[in-house]
């Protein structure tokens, strides 16, 4: 039954059918970006007006790293020796010791030039000769060649490997220099501090300690180890020789202590070393670095001064613009637009070609697009595209600026392009986040709902902060509910609402949105929390009406009539919406049925076409009428109903399901014709996937029901082709199977039972599903005959699933296959091995003792009586033990043991003799008689067989016998009317019949 319906806020058509998502209206100035009680432009923090994002103009980089080069120098020749070995020809082996030969050749090849020889010779020695004299020498030689060779990697290893192996080597220092050079070279900067380090807290005095010094703090501060770099410029204005590299250090100090964000040690600083700078150099770029931590450490207002002082001491040099423009900065912090504007102006008109003219231009479009001064904006906009020369970034923001003032124009097509331009122009994860916000609203206002929402959702991937985190996670919900997709939009809402500084109306908005998802995936309990927030807020009446309204809808999904009720009474309150009170009146109508109150149900939904002529849920409330007469098996009236939507509301979406309606009333009330065609109606009418499945399943069943068992099976062909499901199909394809073998139609039955085992596996079908079968399969196979299939059938049901219960059924019914075709010794395996697998099993091991002691009841009858015993004393509440009792009393008769074989047929009649064997039990008394020749009592007890079970096939034996015993107690006239009776009442019984007609020819020649 449908009983989905949503309302708009007061302007948009109700659904039918199903909840219709709000429209986003846009009105006066594009509201998918500007928002009712905010200026036209997005907050600050979302649109980054600042140019420079949160953060003021950097400080500028340090020049490019100093250059560490050190000279290798050669070794001295030893004392006695010669430096050029190589003069003495063929005479140096005889002089000198050959490493010391290999040595000296390797220097006279290195002073040549002839690095690669003299490197190869150096080489051999340490190979040949790796712990002699001049190993330490030979080693960091071969790193000097490396180096000078370029070969930075080996010079690295070489030096690395020297230091290592010779600690205490008066070489230890060039080789520090020379591995800080060479990693250094390689780009590998923390190596290079390492050895810089190493070489500073070894030879703190050398020649290269300031040059190391600086090197070092150079790296740090381009590593971002700011503080250390502090340290190191610390120590190198102590150690400075002039003041003016004393104050160059300590500016340098003081920056590295201000990116490291130590402001109260810069202003320490900056009070300590004031004096010093007075009328330097340096004394600009002091006071501004000096105003940069006044402002970081929230002194805006003295950071402000100390700028204003430095744009104008000192309005000729650099640093006059950068301090113009961070005093533009502050002044829009604190809220001073016009001074900001100013400020900026100033900077534009004076400093035409200062780096900082540009940005200028970009922060004062900014403040114009927050005065909503759009046309001046723009102008500033354009000044900077046609004049500045600007990097990626500046133009990512110059871009997102000009996409604000199209979407301010209405023009989302033209803003599109300049937000996805900021995108690609952009750097910085902020502006790319807010440049995809800006993609997002641009698509989301022309309707492109699934490009709006990759691009929210790339947004959110860029982790933006604050406000633009916040749009974004609204504004994704809204076009993942445009597109369906309730699971994410309730995810992303509900992120919302427990966000973090959210404000009250959009709070609001993502409870809406959360309660609108979450309704769409049938969660109703979480449905009505946030439409029950929205409903008992400050929103107007007619918005909270239909907020009720939704309340009473999930209240009646979740079973809960009575707030169903009392949610629609009050969505009536203070509301004139016609589509809220004909709404309200449907969901009441719905609760009241549901509730009992029948009468008055129908009478209120009834009473919603004259009272609300039109509403758009008429039909819902003639298809809720319908379902109720359906529901109380009025199937006539239910008929008529369904007919009626068909006739008054012709184009409404309810019309495949009144058809299916008309189909399911007709087929409970056995006219599968009617219902046939109307099956067929709805499956070739505009009916959704659901219907048209049960629309197909309706008609199969028809089928089967009317005996067209091949267009049964054309329609599960087509139902499994058309919606591929298979576990339906499996369950279609079963029912066919069983009609067929009910037509004892065995061979089409059990290849019906195939495919539906097929289809079933496929789909993941329960062990129970399957087992059950397999197992029918293997019975058709016994009702038609073919004992040796069944027994394959069951072995392979018990092999693939051998712990099912089914399972071990099927092997006691292969027992008594094995038993039927007089396989004897296997069918008794079996019994043994099942009552001892399952000892407390009645339907088991019960009925497995009982079987075989049928089977040896002939054989070994001591043997038969023990187990049937058993079975009655094990298990005495079960059927199995009062049937195993007429064996046992069978086997007694047998042995002519008549008392005792009454005795336990009365005992069975005690337990309770099963219905199918009554008849057996009341013969075997009588025929216990019989054989006792006890003529009288057997008479009596077996013309009660006949008299109590009449259609038993025991009835004629009984009768049979019952005459025979009238004959031997002389009573000849009523002994040929019970031979008669037989012969009349039982032809069937051919030879009881023959035995009767031959004692009625015999009593008829006695007379």
């Known amino acids: 039954m449908l009983l989905l319906f949503s309302l708009a806020a007061g302007q948009n058509a109700p659904a039918k059918g199903g909840i219709k998502l709000p429209t986003i209206t846009i009105t006066g100035q594009a509201k998918y970006l500007i928002m009712p009680e905010k200026p036209p432009v997005v907050r600050e923090r979302l649109a980054l007006v600042d140019a420079g994002g949160t953060l003021l103009p950097k400080i500028r980089r340090l020049r490019t790293y100093p250059t560490i080069d050190f000279e290798p120098a050669l070794l001295a020749p030893r004392s006695g020796g010669c430096l050029f070995g190589w003069a003495l020809g063929a005479s140096v082996s005889m002089i000198f010791a050959r490493e010391e030969s290999l040595f000296r050749y390797a220097l006279v090849l290195y002073s040549r030039g002839k690095l690669s020889e003299?490197?190869?010779?150096?080489?051999?020695?340490?190979?040949?000769?790796?712990?002699?004299?001049?190993?330490?020498?030979?080693?960091?030689?071969?790193?000097?060649?490396?180096?000078?060779?370029?070969?930075?990697?080996?010079?690295?290893?070489?030096?690395?490997?020297?230091?290592?192996?010779?600690?205490?080597?008066?070489?230890?220092?060039?080789?520090?220099?020379?591995?800080?050079?060479?990693?250094?070279?390689?780009?590998n900067v923390p190596g290079t501090v390492g050895a810089l380090s190493e070489l500073l807290a070894e030879f703190p005095n050398s020649a290269k300690t300031t040059e190391a010094l600086y090197a070092r703090a150079a790296l740090r501060f381009r590593r971002g180890n700011f503080v250390a770099a502090a340290d190191d410029f610390g120590r190198l204005a102590e150690r400075a020789s002039n003041s003016g590299l004393r104050d160059e250090y300590t500016l340098w100090r003081l920056e590295s202590l201000y990116s490291a964000g130590k402001f109260k040690d810069v202003l320490r600083l900056c009070r300590a070393g004031a004096g010093s700078f007075k009328d330097s150099e340096m004394e600009p770029r002091f006071d501004y670095v000096w105003a940069l931590a006044l402002r970081s450490a929230g002194r805006a207002d003295e950071a402000a001064d100390l700028f204003a002082r430095v744009a104008g001491v000192f309005a000729d040099r650099d640093v006059a613009s950068a301090a113009l423009f961070a005093k533009g900065q502050i002044d829009r912090e604190r809220g001073l637009l016009g001074q900001a504007d100013a400020d900026l102006t100033r900077l534009i008109t004076r400093y035409p070609n200062s780096p900082y003219y540009c940005p200028a231009l970009v922060n004062l479009a900014s403040l114009r697009l927050r005065a909503s001064e759009f046309e001046r904006a723009k102008e500033a906009l354009i000044s900077v595209l046609s004049g500045c020369k600007v990097n990626r970034d500046f133009m990512s923001r110059v871009s997102y600026y000009m996409g604000l003032v199209f979407a301010s124009e209405n023009k989302p097509n033209e803003a599109m392009k300049h937000f996805e331009s900021a995108y690609d122009n952009a750097s910085e994860d902020e502006v790319k986040a807010a440049a995809c916000l800006g993609c997002g609203w641009s698509s989301f206002a022309t309707g492109h709902y699934e490009k709006a929402a990759s691009f929210f959702d790339?947004?959110?991937?860029?982790?933006?902060?604050?406000?633009?985190?916040?749009?974004?996670?609204?504004?994704?919900?809204?076009?993942?509910?445009?597109?369906?997709?309730?699971?994410?939009?309730?995810?992303?809402?509900?992120?919302?609402?427990?966000?973090?500084?959210?404000?009250?109306?959009?709070?609001?908005?993502?409870?809406?949105?959360?309660?609108?998802?979450?309704?769409?995936?049938?969660?109703?309990?979480?449905?009505?929390?946030?439409?029950?927030?929205?409903?008992?807020?400050?929103?107007?009446?007619?918005?909270?009406?239909?907020?009720?309204?939704?309340?009473?809808?999930?209240?009646?999904?979740?079973?809960?009539?009575?707030?169903?009720?009392?949610?629609?009474?009050?969505?009536?309150?203070?509301?004139?919406?016609?589509?809220?009170?004909?709404?309200?009146?449907?969901?009441?109508?719905?609760?009241?049925?549901?509730?009992?109150?029948?009468?008055?149900?129908?009478?209120?939904?009834?009473?919603?076409?004259?009272?609300?002529?039109?509403c758009d849920y008429l039909d819902e409330a003639k298809y809720a009428v319908a379902s109720a007469h359906f529901e109380a098996g009025e199937f006539d009236k239910s008929i008529a109903a369904f007919r009626g939507i068909l006739r008054d509301f012709p184009r409404s979406p309810l019309v495949p399901k009144a058809l299916l309606g008309i189909a399911n009333s007709s087929y409970n009330m056995g006219d599968y014709k009617m219902a046939e065609r109307n099956y067929g109606k709805a499956l070739d009418s505009r009916a959704g996937p659901t219907d048209q499945k049960s629309a197909l399943y309706g008609l199969v069943l028809c089928f089967q029901r009317q005996g067209l068992l091949s267009q049964a099976e054309r329609r599960i062909e087509e139902f499994l082709e058309r919606f591929k499901d298979l576990r339906t199909a499996g369950t279609l394809r079963s029912l066919l199977a069983e009609e067929l073998a009910q037509r004892k139609q065995s061979f089409g039955a059990i290849r019906q039972y195939n495919k539906a085992f097929e289809s079933l596996t496929e789909a993941g079908a329960g062990e129970d599903e399957l087992v059950r079968i397999l197992y029918r399969i293997g019975q058709i196979m016994e009702e038609a005959g073919d004992r040796e299939?069944?027994?394959?059938?069951?072995?392979?049901?018990?092999?693939?699933?051998?712990?099912?219960?089914?399972?071990?059924?099927?092997?006691?019914?292969?027992?008594?296959?094995?038993?039927?075709?007089?396989?004897?010794?296997?069918?008794?395996?079996?019994?043994?091995?099942?009552?001892?697998?399952?000892?407390?099993?009645?339907?088991?091991?019960?009925?497995?003792?009982l079987k075989h002691a049928q089977l040896v009841k002939k054989t070994d009858p001591d043997e038969s009586l023990r187990l049937c015993d058993d079975v009655a004393a094990r298990f005495s509440d079960a059927d199995v033990a009062a049937e195993s009792l007429i064996v046992a009393a069978e086997v007694l008769m047998g042995k002519k043991e008549f008392g005792a074989a009454r005795d336990r047929l009365a005992r069975a009649k005690r337990l309770g003799v099963p219905s199918d064997k009554k008849a057996y039990h009341a013969y075997l008394w009588g025929y216990s008689f019989f054989l006792q020749k006890r003529f009288k009592p057997a008479s009596s007890a077996l013309l009660r067989v006949r008299y109590l079970f009449p259609h038993s096939k025991w009835a004629a034996q009984s009768l049979l016998l019952a005459g025979r015993s009238l004959l031997k107690l002389e009573q000849p006239g009523e002994a040929r009317k019970v031979f008669a009776a037989v012969v009349r009442d039982y032809p069937q019984a051919t030879d009881a019949v023959g035995k009767a007609r031959a004692a009625l020819k015999s009593l008829s020649g006695s007379d």
Not at 136 to 153: M, N, W
Not at 503 to 513: K, T, V, W
Not at 831 to 841: N, R, V
């Open 458 to 614: 790339k947004a959110l991937s860029l982790r933006a902060s604050g406000g633009t985190e916040l749009e974004s996670l609204f504004w994704a919900g809204q076009a993942q509910l445009q597109l369906g997709q309730a699971r994410l939009a309730e995810h992303s809402f509900e992120q919302l609402v427990s966000s973090a500084g959210i404000g009250p109306r959009l709070l609001l908005d993502a409870h809406l949105g959360a309660g609108f998802a979450a309704f769409l995936r049938e969660r109703w309990d979480v449905a009505l929390k946030h439409f029950e927030i929205v409903a008992k807020s400050d929103w107007p009446e007619d918005d909270r009406a239909i907020s009720w309204l939704r309340m009473a809808q999930c209240a009646m999904h979740l079973g809960q009539y009575a707030s169903g009720v009392k949610y629609s009474e009050r969505a009536t309150e203070g509301t004139s919406l016609e589509p809220v009170l004909c709404g309200a009146g449907f969901i009441k109508g719905e609760c009241l049925l549901r509730l009992g109150q029948r009468k008055e149900a129908l009478s209120l939904l009834e009473s919603l076409a004259d009272r609300f002529p039109g």
């Open 789 to 849: 299939g069944a027994i394959s059938e069951y072995d392979q049901l018990v092999f693939r699933f051998k712990d099912n219960r089914l399972a071990q059924m099927a092997r006691l019914r292969k027992a008594h296959l094995y038993a039927a075709l007089r396989r004897t010794k296997r069918a008794i395996a079996i019994y043994s091995k099942l009552a001892k697998e399952y000892p407390d099993d009645a339907e088991v091991a019960g009925v497995a003792l």
């Open 118 to 187: 003299s490197d190869a010779r150096l080489e051999r020695l340490l190979r040949e000769y790796p712990d002699c004299q001049y190993a330490p020498e030979s080693l960091f030689f071969r790193g000097q060649i490396a180096l000078a060779q370029v070969k930075y990697d080996a010079a690295s290893k070489f030096f690395e490997s020297f230091l290592e192996r010779f600690p205490k080597q008066a070489l230890r220092h060039d080789a520090l220099c020379n591995l800080a050079y060479a990693r250094f070279k390689m780009g």
